[in-house]
Nanobody, 121 residues
Framework: QVQPVESGGGSVQAGGSLRLSCTAS????????MTWYRQVPGTEREFVSG?????????SDSAQGRFTVSQDNAGNTLTLYLQMNSLRPEDTAMYYC?????????????WGQGTQVTVSS
């Protein structure tokens, strides 16, 4: 599917862990970056972590050291994971996955529907 599909959200206590997954059909005609964002109602969507088409990973300052992003490219499916450890109440948000496809000369971005993460103190 063109649109990524997220899963793995839920409710945990502070200090707990969750693993988010994002699945999309592989498109070999474009260079693909995949990224996790999160959004709290009434605020802007913010970058969390991502992997570019060369396999390089990036993290926000908040995610660095607690979250680990990884990717599985097996078969016809691209799956992006976000292992979140040492969760804090401020990590509570809707987490979205984006698939950014570069096919000269432009980028196209496809968003998933999101998965809710709630961390209680």
């Amino acid at each position: 599917q063109v649109q990524p599909v997220e899963s793995g959200g839920g409710s945990v206590q502070a200090g707990g862990s969750l693993r988010l997954s994002c699945t999309a059909s592989k498109d070999t005609t474009c260079k693909t970056d995949m990224t996790w964002y999160r959004q709290v109602p009434g605020t802007e969507r913010e970058f969390v972590s991502g992997i570019d088409s060369d396999g390089r990973t990036r993290y926000s300052d908040s995610a660095q050291g607690r979250f680990t992003v990884s990717q599985d490219n097996a078969g016809n499916t691209l799956t992006l994971y976000l292992q979140m450890n040492s969760l804090r109440p401020e990590d509570t948000a809707m987490y979205y996955c984006s698939r950014e496809c570069y096919r000269y000369p432009r980028w196209s971005t496809f968003w998933g529907q999101g998965t809710q993460v709630t961390v209680s103190s």
